[in-house]
């Protein structure tokens, strides 16, 4: 795992003074802008090659906006952690936005500070929330995405799937049915509201049931 002050960072925003300022500021600090990007489908294709500790992602960007390339990032590079540049301002936004993969949210008026804290926060595995956001709305979204505990067995069909085995291959280690560990794994999803094996792979990351 990269030390704090040797994050990698990728920075993508369609404000190319912007993406400037932020990348000086990291670099004082310490941090490693090991690419930048002036639209979302970029930032991907970034992610996908450099696989970097934190992308900083403007909501609003040509091509593909912040929400849907963090969601493709969550896929393409699952142990990256996503910031949005934006305000929080709906309970839709909220929902989308954490469904996607996104750790935190930072107003781009709250200045450096700020996104410095939001990342060492999601970095370290919290959730940052910028002024304008809804407690009560993002505590609701996490609630729902842990509405209902895993079973001892359900935890272990997680961890075999965030370790990388096929569906037969739980089935064997476990000693159960192909049909049992499938009817398992969707359960689990269904619990978790995630959809897919990278969402497993991040919720056994943050989880601590897998090392980053």
């Not at 990291?26 to 992610?47: I, P, W």
């Not at 935190?104 to 929330?129: H, N, P, T």
Request: neutral net charge.
């Amino acid at each position: 795992m990269a030390e704090k002050n040797g994050l990698r960072v990728l920075l993508a925003d369609d404000h190319e003074a912007l993406r400037e300022g932020l990348k000086a500021l990291l670099e004082r600090q310490g941090l490693n802008v090991v690419a930048e990007a002036s639209n979302g489908r970029a930032a991907v294709e970034a992610a996908k090659k450099l696989h970097p500790d934190v992308v900083v992602l403007d909501v609003a960007m040509p091509v593909l906006n912040g929400v849907d390339a963090a969601r493709e990032i969550a896929d393409a590079s699952p142990r990256s952690v996503v910031l949005l540049l934006t305000a929080l301002a709906d309970a839709r936004f909220a929902v989308d936005a954490l469904r996607a993969g996104v750790r935190g949210f930072v107003d781009k008026s709250q200045g450096s500070e700020a996104l410095l804290q939001a990342i060492r926060e999601v970095w370290e595995g919290g959730l940052y929330l910028g002024p304008g956001a809804s407690q009560a709305v993002v505590d609701a979204c996490m609630v729902s995405e842990r509405s209902e505990r895993l079973t001892p067995r359900e935890q272990q069909v997680v961890k075999l799937v965030a370790d990388g085995k096929s569906t037969r291959a739980i089935a064997e280690e476990l000693k159960i049915s192909v049909k049992t560990a499938e009817f398992h794994r969707g359960r689990i999803m269904d619990k978790l509201k995630i959809h897919n094996t990278a969402g497993l792979v991040r919720y056994a990351i943050r989880e601590g049931m897998i090392s980053a």
